[in-house]
């Protein structure tokens, strides 16, 4: 599948992807929405002119994809949205966000489509910094109640804007779908270490009544923004899980924060957010230095 790292063969697989006759539609139906059903442990998508799917105990994708779709479409859609059902299968939360390490922890960039998180993160990439995920972060809570982040092993995904003027050109891949100029980047470093949760930042531009700089919401509106950023919120409200994000918001507020972060979305305005963020690291006592390493000096 493109834009995903290959890494050592597990003798167990934890998910398995596969072609299958899927039926159209489930047993045992719970719940059910315009292209979508679910039962105990199964959820069946059908997205028109793509194909159907079907998600079985959090562990196994099958499909079969309508005429004319080809691997690269399909590949999409089965790591995109379809993973991210998945992962609300685990009754994991999922996030809309991108992830890198700072000092051991994962720092989040959550946004909407275009809000720039692979983008920041690919700049921060450039500085050195380690990536842990790209569009979905899933998180759980340990034993102890600290909210971890799990890395996905992704591959960056960049507009051709954001490449040229980040110098990404010798790291781009295949574009994603026929001649669309957004393509699969790898990423200079990528964690392959579950992680805590350092500090999750929603993204806005800079414009009025908004100015440039990070704020800190009070923990009930954290937890409403997290779960705003919640990826496919509206499976968040059909499979009863707006408690546990509230409950998981409310774990990241107090233990790490939830930042609002505007700034300019100009490119020539990055290196000034990095440093914006570096200064904020430093102050609620995350490392400045790259990949978990002491600062110098």
């Given at each position: 599948?493109?834009?995903?790292?290959?890494?050592?063969?597990l003798?167990v697989?934890?998910?398995?992807?596969?072609?299958?006759d899927?039926?159209?539609?489930l047993?045992?139906?719970?719940?059910a929405?315009?292209?979508?059903?679910?039962?105990?442990?199964?959820?069946?998508?059908?997205?028109?002119?793509?194909?159907?799917?079907?998600?079985?105990?959090?562990?196994?994708?099958?499909?079969?994809?309508?005429?004319?779709?080809?691997?690269q479409?399909?590949?999409?859609?089965?790591?995109?949205?379809?993973?991210?059902?998945?992962?609300?299968?685990?009754?994991?939360?999922?996030?809309?966000?991108?992830?890198?390490?700072?000092?051991?922890?994962?720092?989040?960039?959550?946004?909407?489509?275009?809000?720039g998180?692979?983008?920041?993160?690919?700049?921060?990439?450039?500085?050195?910094?380690?990536l842990?995920?790209?569009?979905?972060?899933?998180?759980?809570?340990?034993?102890?109640?600290?909210?971890?982040?799990?890395?996905?092993?992704?591959?960056?995904?960049?507009?051709?804007?954001?490449?040229?003027?980040?110098?990404?050109?010798?790291?781009?891949?295949?574009?994603?779908?026929?001649?669309?100029e957004?393509?699969?980047?790898?990423?200079?470093?990528s964690?392959?270490a579950?992680m805590?949760?350092?500090?999750?930042?929603?993204?806005?531009?800079?414009?009025?009544?908004r100015?440039?700089?990070?704020?800190?919401?009070?923990?009930v509106?954290?937890?409403?923004?997290?779960?705003?950023?919640?990826?496919?919120?509206?499976?968040?409200?059909?499979?009863?899980?707006?408690?546990?994000?509230?409950?998981?918001?409310?774990?990241?507020?107090?233990?790490?924060?939830?930042?609002?972060?505007?700034?300019?979305?100009r490119?020539?305005?990055?290196?000034?957010?990095?440093?914006?963020?570096?200064a904020?690291?430093?102050?609620?006592?995350?490392?400045?230095?790259?990949?978990?390493?002491?600062?110098?000096?």
């Open positions: 599948m493109p834009g995903l790292i290959t890494l050592a063969d003798a697989p934890d998910v398995t992807i596969r072609p299958i899927v039926p159209e539609a047993e045992n139906v719970v719940a929405g315009p292209n979508w059903q679910r039962s105990a442990d199964q959820f069946l998508l059908e997205l028109p002119a793509i194909g159907r799917f079907l998600l079985e105990g959090g562990h196994s994708i099958g499909f079969a994809r309508a005429p004319d779709i080809g691997d479409d399909i590949a999409i859609f089965l790591a995109g949205t379809v993973f991210g059902i998945l992962l609300h299968q685990r009754n994991h939360i999922v996030l809309h966000a991108s992830a890198i390490a700072v000092n051991g922890k994962a720092v989040l960039f959550c946004g909407a489509s275009g809000a998180k692979s983008t920041i993160a690919a700049a921060l990439g450039s500085r050195g910094y380690t842990v995920t790209d569009d979905q972060a899933a998180i759980t809570l340990d034993d102890a109640g600290t909210p971890i982040v799990h890395p996905d092993g992704r591959f960056l995904k960049l507009w051709a804007g954001s490449i040229d003027a980040l110098a990404l050109d010798g790291r781009k891949g295949e574009a994603m779908r026929g001649r669309m957004k393509f699969y980047v790898e990423p200079v470093g964690s392959t579950a805590p949760v350092g500090a999750v930042y929603m993204l806005f531009e800079d414009r009025p009544p100015v440039a700089g990070i704020a800190r919401p009070n923990v509106d954290g937890a409403r923004l997290l779960l705003a950023n919640a990826y496919r919120p509206i499976l968040i409200r059909r499979m009863g899980q707006q408690q546990k994000y509230f409950q998981v918001g409310a774990a990241i507020a107090r233990a790490a924060g939830i930042f609002t972060l505007a700034r300019p979305l490119f020539t305005a990055m290196d000034d957010t990095v440093a914006m963020l570096e904020h690291w430093a102050d609620i006592g995350l490392t400045t230095a790259p990949n978990g390493m002491e600062p110098q000096g």
